[in-house]
């Protein structure tokens, strides 16, 4: 079958297809921040800092419940881009169809649960009186449109496990337009507050996702299902599970983390919630760099692991991590040089305390970027090496530190000790991740040597 429009990363130069492959992706995390930037942009301009920081109390569950679908749909497409590393056409399609069912039922399952459950979770997160109506309006239509999610990033994941990252990039952009034209439109023309915004991100993650499915029908013949492709094999479907859930689960535990610090910055008032909603925003703009070179280690180790290569795995792995350092120091110098005019894109000049509490957030996270690029480009490794059960390990690795940082620094720090809760949970997990990477890389290192001389 043709292969034009996929990408074979087992063979050329490693730093130049990490580049190659990146970019693509980095454009599409850019535009996906576009759809947090224009919503959060035009809440706190509009709505105020009060509506700002009912938006960002969400963000911690958002990440618990959204973040454990996005962890499965990543974990599905392992196998995939295995399969296809490996050449085999038809394991890869079976692989696709039961990753669409089991996805599905999954996100089915999610949204009604989660919609019905989430009032219940902000009253436990100790979210403020004045902010809750809005939370809830703007976090629970996001929970009942789980499925819109499970949509994008399976499709999405599916063409990244074939080599293709350009397309899902093209289709988030279109995505990101639209969603500011609904934003206002919702927003501003229909006054519908902090539930428009969360309208205009659903109806445009549905166009992207929907989007991404025309093009696999069109474009990718290897994407062609039989009858006998589209059977359900459990046998199939609990490989993708096992792949799926410690990758889900490793999200989510990871947000529990999240959850507990966010309650703790709830009990700082709306301010410091406002503060946080602001700069965490920036910062997630400029992690996406990091998140474009993770996400490409999970597909070139996936296909390499597949192809047997396990040393160009590792070159691999250097190439990310040069090119994340230089991109580290940068975002650094720019938030030292330029933080408070980003900050002013969220909130209004006269609200200083806000601004400045932002800025001091933003700063101390930048200037550790370089810990959160080896947790995210050593636990993606490790993923698309297959071995996506030990990474989970390290979302409790950082579960663990942002609850001690909530309960032990707040107390005593403040504002000031919060700040430290992501550069604290990214160190405890790379104090996890390098040992690891070097244990699972010697193992398969091993076991290739073993069945060397059967396969002559």
């Known amino acids: 079958m043709a292969r034009s429009t996929t990408r074979d990363l087992t063979q050329g130069s490693p730093m130049k297809l990490v580049i190659s492959f990146t970019l693509p992706l980095l454009f599409g995390f850019l535009f996906q921040q576009l759809y947090n930037f224009v919503d959060t942009a035009i809440v706190g301009k509009y709505l105020g800092s009060e509506a700002l920081a009912a938006v960002g109390s969400t963000g ?3 990440f618990l419940i959204l973040g454990f679908c996005m962890g499965i749909c990543s974990g599905f497409a392992i196998p995939i881009a295995q399969a296809f590393g490996a050449k085999d056409e038809e394991e890869l399609r079976r692989f696709v169809a039961n990753a669409i069912y089991v996805a599905g039922a999954i996100g089915i399952v999610m949204a009604v649960v989660t919609a019905l459950l989430c009032p219940w979770l902000l009253r436990v997160m100790n979210t403020p009186e004045e902010i809750i109506a809005g939370a809830v309006s703007y976090i629970q239509p996001i929970f009942a449109a789980i499925p819109v999610t499970v949509l994008y990033n399976m499709s999405s994941g599916i063409l990244r496990s074939l080599g293709d990252s350009k397309t899902p990039v093209y289709f988030l952009a279109m995505a990101a337009i639209l969603n500011i034209v609904l934003d206002i439109v919702f927003i501003l023309v229909f006054g519908m507050g902090v539930m428009g915004a969360a309208v205009a991100t659903i109806i445009s993650q549905l166009a992207s996702g929907l989007g991404c499915l025309v093009v696999m029908k069109k474009r990718f013949p290897i994407l062609h299902l039989s009858k ?38 709830n009990g700082l008032g709306t301010v410091a919630v406002a503060a946080v909603t602001a ?9 996406s760099v990091i998140d474009a070179l993770a996400t ?24 990310a991590s040069i090119i994340g350092i230089v991109y580290c120091l940068i975002a650094f ?26 800025r001091q957030y933003l700063t101390v996270n930048s200037s550790l970027y370089i810990f959160l690029l080896f947790v995210n480009l050593l636990r993606f490794s490790i993923q698309g090496l297959g071995f996506a059960r030990i990474a989970m390990f390290a979302g409790v690795a950082e579960m663990i530190a942002r609850s001690l940082v909530a309960l032990v620094l707040v107390p005593v720090a403040g504002f000031s000790g919060a700040c430290f809760a992501n550069p604290a949970a990214w160190i405890f997990a790379d104090l996890f991740l390098f040992p690891c990477y070097l244990h699972v890389t010697k193992r398969l290192s091993l076991t290739m040597r073993k069945d060397e001389p059967h396969a002559a």
């Open 228 to 265: 006998d492709d589209m059977v359900f094999r459990p046998q199939l479907a609990k490989h993708l599970l096992g792949m799926g859930l410690p990758m889900g689960l490793q999200y989510s535990i990871t947000a529990i983390g999240a959850v507990v610090i966010q309650t703790a910055i």
């Open 279 to 287: 700069s965490s925003k920036l910062s997630n703009f400029f992690a």
């Open 60 to 62: 911690s569950i958002n």
């Open 296 to 319: 490409t280690m999970a597909t070139f180790a996936g296909q390499n692991i597949g192809a047997r290569k396990l040393s160009r795995v590792h070159q691999g792995l250097k190439a």
């Open 333 to 358: 110098l720019v938030v030292l040089l330029f933080a408070p005019a980003l900050i002013g894109l969220f909130v209004d000049a006269p609200e200083v305390e806000v601004i400045n509490l932002a």
